[in-house]
């Protein structure tokens, strides 16, 4: 007895976007920069300078998704963005 499949649906799923529960509660330092654009020693010495505050978990170093972005956020706008 031969099987007879079924059509295939044509119709292409939406483009998952992220949410809360998609995203990280903390990234290791290479993440926060390949996230923030920021180099590693710029990240380690906006820790050295207080304004992340990391979190240790054996030898890794974490930083807080939502601090990083809080960061990010309050820095002050470009005045002119095409310079």
């Given at each position: 007895?031969?099987r007879?499949?079924?059509?295939?649906?044509?119709?292409?799923?939406?483009?998952?976007?992220?949410s809360?529960?998609?995203?990280?509660?903390a990234?290791?330092?290479?993440?926060?920069?390949?996230?923030?654009?920021?180099?590693r020693s710029?990240l380690?010495?906006?820790?050295?300078?207080?304004?992340?505050?990391?979190?240790?978990?054996?030898?890794?170093?974490l930083?807080l998704?939502?601090?990083l972005?809080?960061?990010?956020?309050?820095?002050?706008?470009?005045?002119?963005?095409?310079r």
């Amino acid at each position: 007895m031969r099987r007879t499949s079924e059509p295939r649906s044509t119709v292409t799923p939406p483009i998952a976007t992220p949410s809360i529960a998609t995203r990280p509660i903390a990234v290791t330092i290479a993440e926060a920069s390949a996230l923030s654009g920021l180099s590693r020693s710029t990240l380690y010495n906006l820790i050295a300078e207080g304004h992340l505050n990391p979190r240790k978990y054996g030898a890794r170093t974490l930083i807080l998704f939502d601090e990083l972005d809080a960061f990010l956020r309050g820095l002050p706008l470009a005045k002119d963005a095409s310079r």
